[in-house]
Nanobody
Framework: QVQLVESGGGLVQAGGSLRLSCAAS????????MGWYRQAPGKQRELVAV???????NYADSVKGRFTISSDNAKSAVYLQMNSLKPEDTAVYYC???????????????WGQGTQVTVSS
């Protein structure tokens, strides 16, 4: 059973910073990509940032220049450094991994339990 364990959420004032971390509970044979999504109250879940196994990042326009995604494939871990936070960044942030659990496994999507980020004005 693969679990993604997240940490680093919390309450911060506008303009502040937070760093989110996420790691798989077991080793993953092959990682295709890892990323972060968020869901604000009354809104659909949206992509924040994704990084391929080769280290190529992609960001939502709303966070470009403020957020930085990084990963450690050996640890099956992904990180999100969030700077210059705004009240509109307030949401539950979910970690995501697309990969193979074992050599003969199919590719599957794995999700973290979510961590709350609240930015006060």
């Amino acid at each position: 059973q693969v679990q993604l364990v997240e940490s680093g959420g919390g309450l911060v004032q506008a303009g502040g910073s937070l760093r989110l971390s996420c790691a798989a509970s077991v080793s993953i044979f092959t990682i295709d990509r890892m990323g972060w999504y968020r869901q604000a109250p009354g809104k659909q879940r949206e992509l924040v940032a994704v990084i391929t196994s080769g280290g190529v990042p992609n960001y939502a326009d709303s966070v470009k220049g403020r957020f930085t995604i990084s990963s450690d494939n050996a640890k099956s871990a992904v990180y999100l450094q969030m700077n210059s936070l705004k009240p509109e960044d307030t949401a539950v942030y979910y970690c995501h991994l697309l990969g193979q659990r074992g050599r003969f496994s199919t590719y599957e999507n794995y999700w973290g339990q979510g961590t709350q980020v609240t930015v006060s004005s």
